[in-house]
């Protein structure tokens, strides 16, 4: 692991006693989550995940910087997939980034109030991503704030849906992944996902 990742503290229970959570696969689970707090654009890994819109071309926040440090390229093949749904996911090569591939995902445009279609359609952005990857054979995966940015989808609720689909899918899928980095740009963001990582991503 790169000693830039921020490391999550292993805590123990008070009773000792061997609960679900603290068995073998969820060690291992918790053992593949990361925080990193940055510029996503720097991540030498398989894959990384941008906050798009649905035309895919391009915008300002992470999609922006995405396109900015992967160059022309990116935005040449992103022009061939014709856009892409709220919620669904499609993948590109990284071009000039360090990261083999984006995976391009739209999330819903909250503007500060979030509903039951808000917050599927966020979820959905977090499992068609993770099945995209899981076809590409991708092992290793980072994850920007989606729609918290412009989008204004509040923080908080946004990592429960994203800490949450994320453990639910390594879960269901212990061997097709070795890393999921949940990488915040601001420091609300990072506040909020090591509180919330060190309940849910506890090992004993
Ligand atoms: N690395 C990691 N995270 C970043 C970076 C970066 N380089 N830059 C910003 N963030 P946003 P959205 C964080 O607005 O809300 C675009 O115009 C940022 O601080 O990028 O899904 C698209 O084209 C925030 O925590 O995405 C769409 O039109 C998070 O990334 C629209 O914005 C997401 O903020 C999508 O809005």
Not at 34 to 63: H, P, Q, Y
Not at 146 to 164: C, H, K, M, Q
């Amino acid at each position: 692991i790169p000693s830039w990742l921020e490391d999550l503290k292993n805590k123990s229970t008070s009773d000792g006693e061997e609960t679900e959570d603290t068995s073998l696969e969820h060690k291992s689970l918790c053992q593949k989550v990361s925080l990193f707090r940055g510029d996503i654009t720097l991540l030498e890994i398989d894959a990384i995940v941008n906050a798009a819109n649905s035309s895919l071309l391009g915008g300002g926040g992470v999609d922006g910087c995405i396109h900015r440090a992967a160059g022309a390229c990116l935005f040449a093949e992103c022009r061939t997939l014709i856009g892409c749904a709220t919620g669904q996911a499609k993948i590109t090569c990284g071009y000039n980034l360090p990261a083999k591939y984006v995976i391009h995902t739209v999330g819903p445009i909250a503007r500060g109030h979030i509903d039951e279609t808000t917050r599927d359609d966020l979820a959905s952005c977090y499992k068609s991503s993770l099945k995209l990857a899981k076809e590409n054979n991708v092992r290793s995966i980072a994850f920007p704030c989606i729609s918290t940015g412009i989008y204004g989808f509040p923080n908080e609720p946004a990592a429960d849906i994203a800490l949450s689909i994320v453990k639910e899918w390594l879960k269901k899928n212990p061997d097709e992944m070795d890393r999921i980095i949940f990488c915040v740009f601001l420091e609300v963001d990072f506040k909020i996902y090591k509180k919330k990582m060190n309940e849910l991503f506890v090992i004993d």
